[in-house]
């Protein structure tokens, strides 16, 4: 089993920056992609910024340039770096890891969520 547990949302005006972060814990024995999703009420979840296990990197269109995702291998941890917010960045942010466990095959592991808003 993998656990995914998120930190770092919160309430900040435009312009700010928040940084989220993601501390992976479990058997795991191969991580193949992590990401960071969100999901605004009504709206269905979307990928904000992913990276494999090589490093390759992508970014949704509207925060490219604004956003960068991160992993510390030593620490175990997935993080995403949030420039420049905005009011339509507010949503439930979400960590994903597509991974394997020694005891387990391939899955996808999601976090709990952690609440971004960006308002005046």
């Known amino acids: 089993q993998v656990q995914l547990v998120e930190s770092g949302g919160g309430l900040v005006q435009p312009g700010e920056s928040l940084r989220l972060s993601c501390a992976l814990s479990?058997?795991?024995?191969?991580?193949?992609?992590m990401g960071w999703y969100r999901q605004a009420p009504g709206k269905q979840r979307d990928l904000v910024a992913g990276?494999?296990?090589?490093?390759?990197?992508n970014y949704l269109a509207s925060v490219r340039g604004r956003f960068t995702i991160s992993t510390d291998n030593a620490k175990n941890t997935l993080d995403l770096q949030m420039n420049d917010l905005k009011p339509e960045d507010t949503a439930v942010y979400y960590c994903?890891?597509?991974?394997?466990?020694?005891?387990?095959?391939?899955?996808?592991?999601w976090g709990q969520g952690t609440q971004v808003t960006v308002s005046s």
């Open positions: 479990g058997n795991i024995a191969s991580i193949y992609h």
């Open positions: 994903n890891a597509d991974a394997n466990t020694v005891t387990t095959g391939r899955a996808d592991y």
């Open positions: 990276i494999t296990s090589g490093g390759r990197t």
